[in-house]
């Protein structure tokens, strides 16, 4: 990974990156199910009787039909009627949800980089840039920006930078949805009924697979009240204090940032141990140690 400043500062973290392929990943779970599975079938309404979820209408090829289940998990993305259909609130900062224009590009060996490579500041506020190398002549580009509207301007000057930086590329297919990534997981159950994934904040597909699993053992005890509790024993620091940081970059100029990543440039992130808060608090006493200027500035 390559986080690169507004100035162009680069700080490098020597860990692995993967590429996901959706489709396949999803297809290698469902030929492992050995469960009855339906596979693209649009989720019209939730089946509610005297207040609890007991299933789902579907339309599947423009045939309707009821689904009923003791539980019905909702892992059905940011854009979803389906919560607020089983009055819950599973994303505590709506307002904070990043809204992304992604696309993949061609372009003559731009996917053979070594680094997938996060741009932020002014590029794209609240959040980041990303060109992600994808092999041969593709790769994928895209912003995530919070509080700012539409992010199509932002997707329109990054992909110039690109092209200057990388040479030619033509976008081949472009997508847009959402990161809940500084949204917060909120009220993720109700009667019969609980939320995973991005749906309840739960940003980046692994947390959203660590639900998955939470929320079935929970079903398989019996007690759905579980699966929240752990989630939030597990992970919800983790997500506190990356809306803690995700915040405190939004609110900094592209100068500081400048700043922020000088005093890091010498910084081994590989060194890092321990719970997050301990992570973090290395990381501050560094920038402590090369800048304390900056640190009066940020806090």
Avoid at 143 to 154: K, L, Q
Avoid at 246 to 257: C, F, K, P, S
């Amino acid at each position: 990974m390559r986080i690169i400043s507004p100035g162009g500062i680069e700080l490098e973290i020597n860990e692995k990156g993967y590429v996901v392929d959706r489709e396949k990943f999803d297809w290698f779970y469902l030929n492992k199910s050995d469960a009855d599975v339906e596979w693209e079938c649009d989720v019209k309404h939730l089946l509610i009787e005297e207040g609890r979820v007991r299933g789902v209408e579907v339309d599947k090829d423009g045939n309707s039909k009821e689904v009923r289940a003791d539980t019905v998990v909702l892992a059905c993305g940011l854009n979803s009627h389906l919560p607020d259909e089983a009055s819950l609130s599973p994303i505590r900062y709506p307002s904070d949800i990043a809204w992304a224009m992604e696309a993949v590009v061609e372009g003559e060996n731009i996917g053979e980089g070594e680094y997938f490579e996060y741009f932020v500041g002014s590029v794209a506020p609240g959040w980041k840039a990303t060109f992600s190398p994808l092999g041969g002549d593709f790769a994928s580009a895209g912003v995530y920006v919070r509080r700012v509207g539409n992010p199509s301007d932002f997707f329109s000057r990054h992909m110039e930078r690109l092209r200057k930086a990388k040479g030619n590329m033509k976008i081949v297919e472009v997508f847009e949805g959402g990161d809940p990534i500084a949204a917060m997981p909120w009220k993720l159950v109700g009667d019969g009924v609980v939320v995973c994934g991005g749906a309840g904040a739960q940003s980046g597909i692994m947390y959203g697979m660590r639900a998955g699993v939470i929320v079935a053992e929970s079903i398989a005890q019996g007690d759905l009240s579980l699966y929240q509790k752990r989630w939030e024993r597990e992970l919800m620091r983790e997500y506190k204090l990356g809306r803690k940081a995700l915040n405190m970059l939004m609110e900094m100029e592209d100068e500081d940032i400048d700043r922020f990543a000088r005093a890091l440039s010498d910084f081994d992130f590989s060194s890092l141990r321990g719970n997050p808060y301990l992570k973090a608090f290395r990381v501050f006493m560094h920038i402590l140690k090369k800048d304390p200027a900056l640190i009066l500035r940020l806090i």
